[in-house]
């Protein structure tokens, strides 16, 4: 297992978790329907890379992408660190980890 898999199915964990917190804290259906779909998506891409398919880790790196820009607006928009600026930082770390292992597999 490669560290692309490990970031892959952390970040997927985080994002269900940060979904769940944000439904508890505020109610809110999006957090929890947003953190769950990309969370899980998260998971099964990673999943598929432990099984050898390579599309595995391109959606990770999309779903990954995604986050990052999404949480990067909202820390913007809120100037809040929490959440977005720990998801954001994290989700960077996450990124840049899945491009080496991606670079590095081809």
Do not use: E
């Not at 595995?56 to 820390?75: C, D, Q």
């Amino acid at each position: 297992m490669n560290l692309g898999i490990v970031a892959a199915f952390a970040y997927g964990i985080l994002a269900i978790a940060g979904g769940v917190i944000g439904y508890i804290q505020a109610t809110s259906r999006v957090s929890l329907l947003s953190g769950s779909i990309s969370g899980l998506l998260l998971i099964l891409a990673a999943y598929f890379q432990l099984q050898g398919q390579t599309w595995g880790s391109i959606l990770a790196l999309l779903v990954t992408a995604g986050l990052v820009v999404l949480f990067a607006f909202r820390l913007v928009k809120t100037r809040k660190f929490m959440p977005a600026g720990l998801m954001t930082i994290l989700g960077i770390l996450a990124l840049a980890v899945m491009v080496n292992q991606f670079v590095a597999l081809r």
